[in-house]
């Protein structure tokens, strides 16, 4: 196995990384005596898995595209100076993070949900946190390493342990207002017959999402990353339930660092998992998409459609992998990543994978880079619409396609208007 | 209207002139028509008049109501009253033709220093000029052009020239891959808007769109020069004769 050879000494990176830590707002949590023991052993196991693993380097794989060193190196986090208005959410009920730790007095819950603070969670015998915790992410390191978000599990600050029950709506909203890191542990948990509507804002740095869908759970999980200054790894760790929907859509623009990964398996039959996303990146942005797909269970249906607008220096990676195993037969895999580059030293750089052991599955994708259409631009500026707003139009029409995933159509025309914003202030 | 001297005209690529020396003048209320054979340098005139990319003007000038258009952007042109019916009209998948109608007309009055049109007055009008053209409403709600047949799409390039009322339409060969009852269609929307303040140059392959569209004038293009102008009869005389003596006169 991979993951033992690189117990080698070259890869120590780990524990300078865990040596790091001791910032502002982070620390090695695997030895406080005071959380609950189930607490501390998944810190400490998730510490060892880590340290297994080392600290993902360049020559990795899995980070040929993306340089890691500025996800690894000591966070110098300054955050947003002020925490950005979050108009169009306003009227929705919200969990708020600030720096790194939940508050109560910001957050009003929605009827269908209970919900604690990990914070609190990992002190008592919680059930949901006890059996859930790392549990998901653990799984996920199987066939790839993903050393930072078992980083993540060691290290957690705070986070929701969320159960729903009912239909709710739910605004997420992590801040960062000033020095301090956090790393945000989600635990999700979505019961049979409820649906959740889930929409993350704000500053996402290291954060994980560990989710479980019931048989017949739905979950519409909309994250909105816009202009982050502190470079975020982020994951989603979903097992998903027969018969259980999962949609997650991803707006991010700009940001200098970016690294999505999103690792859902098939665990019931007849289950859908929808993954979108649009990356719209200028100056010298690096915008990292990866995502791991297993199927385990038979007629499942995966959907992968990511549209990426690149301008300057910046950078859009797509990496998508569908992991079929024998006997998950009738998977329906559909997946496409395509880009525009808006200008000459823009970059897009994709990846997908197939990796198929049933014999009766329909897995396609397709990838494309190209220009905005040359002819179409001229013919709409030939109509009397100046260059910027034809642009414009081209643009929300190529990146259209990925927020047509969102099922809300409230919450998909928030989308469109904030490709709109991100064309006109370029 | 219209006022092209000397127009010189090479390919931004590679060293290849195409116009050599074009001379042509419309005025307002009249109806121009320039035919010649394939690779006489017609359809690059409509382009190059509308300011498309990848050519290089060499020489000589073009004016429209006495405004340089060949220093302006291609959006520029269209505010000015320049508009290109396109011989291939480009389907654009994503933006709906009515959003995109809108964003052009506004456009250009906004440029003109014209009140835009709200969305009910512009409903109400695109919809009396599609009636006109026998085009329905879905047809002005599908992307534009994207599915489209021949006839229907140079149809709504002649909705397009009704909806945005330009002083000087230029007509790239607007039928071609039509068939009669379509071309007849087609034809009746520019009569429809032929009026004292337009000028119209029709670039065409054949005289039976002329039977529907009567020129003013008729211009005989080739190797990048008019070689000849004539009234409607010129037209009928290249139908019967073809092209050869003309080209071997010049």
Known sequence: MKRHQTLDLKRTGAEKLLAALPMPGVEDRTENRAEAGWAREARALARARMLVAGAPIKRDEYWKYTDPSALTAPLDMVGEGEAPAEAPFADIACARFVNGAFRADLTTLPDGISMIPLSEALYQDLGIARTFYGVLEAAGQEKVARPLAALNTACATDGMVLQATGTATLHLRQDHVGEGASLLHHLIRVESGAELTLIETGTTANTVMEIELADGAILHHLRVQIGERIPAATHIFARLGAEAAFKTFTLTADGQMTRNEVVMEFAGDHAAGHIAGAVMGQAKSHIDNTIFVTHDAVECEIRQVFKQVLADRATGVFQGKIFVKEGAQKTDGYQKSQAVLLTDGAEFLVKPELEIYADDVACSHGSTTGSLDERALFYLRSRGVPQAAAEAMLVAAFVDEAIEEIADATLADLMREEVARWMATR | ?250
Not at chain 2, 45 to 65: F, H, K, N, P, W
Not at chain 2, 75 to 83: C, K, N, P, Q, S
Not at chain 2, 192 to 215: N, S, W
Request: net charge negative.
């Open chain 2, 1 to 250: 209207m219209l006022e092209i001297k000397g127009l010189q005209v090479k390919l931004e690529e590679e060293d290849k002139q195409i116009l050599k020396g074009v001379d042509l003048t419309v005025e307002a209320g009249k109806v121009h028509a320039i035919m010649g054979p394939n690779g006489s340098g017609k359809s690059t005139l409509s382009y190059v008049l509308a300011g498309r990319d990848g050519y290089e003007v060499t020489g000589g000038s073009a004016t429209l109501g006495g405004e340089d258009i060949l220093e302006m952007e291609p959006e520029e042109r269209a505010a000015e009253g320049l508009f290109l019916a396109f011989q291939y009209p480009v389907e654009i998948p994503g933006v709906g033709n009515m959003t995109f109608l809108r964003t052009a007309l506004n456009s250009q009055r906004k440029a003109r220093g014209e009140a835009e049109l709200t969305a009910p007055e512009f409903l109400k009008l695109i919809r009396a000029k599609g009636k006109e053209l026998n085009i329905d409403a879905d047809m002005l709600k599908r992307p534009v052009n994207v599915g489209f047949s021949g006839g229907e799409k140079k149809r709504n390039e002649i909705l397009q020239m009704a909806m945005l009322e330009p002083k000087m339409c230029i007509l790239d060969e607007t039928d071609s891959g039509l068939d009669v009852d379509a071309m007849k269609l087609v034809a009746s929307g520019v009569n429809a808007l032929r009026d004292e303040g337009r000028g119209f140059l029709v670039i065409t392959h054949y005289q039976r769109l002329l039977d529907h569209i009567k020129p003013d004038v008729v211009h005989i293009m080739y190797d990048g020069r008019i070689v000849e102008t004539g009234g409607p009869d010129l037209a009928l005389k290249v139908e019967n004769d073809g092209y050869a003596d003309l080209i071997n006169a010049a």
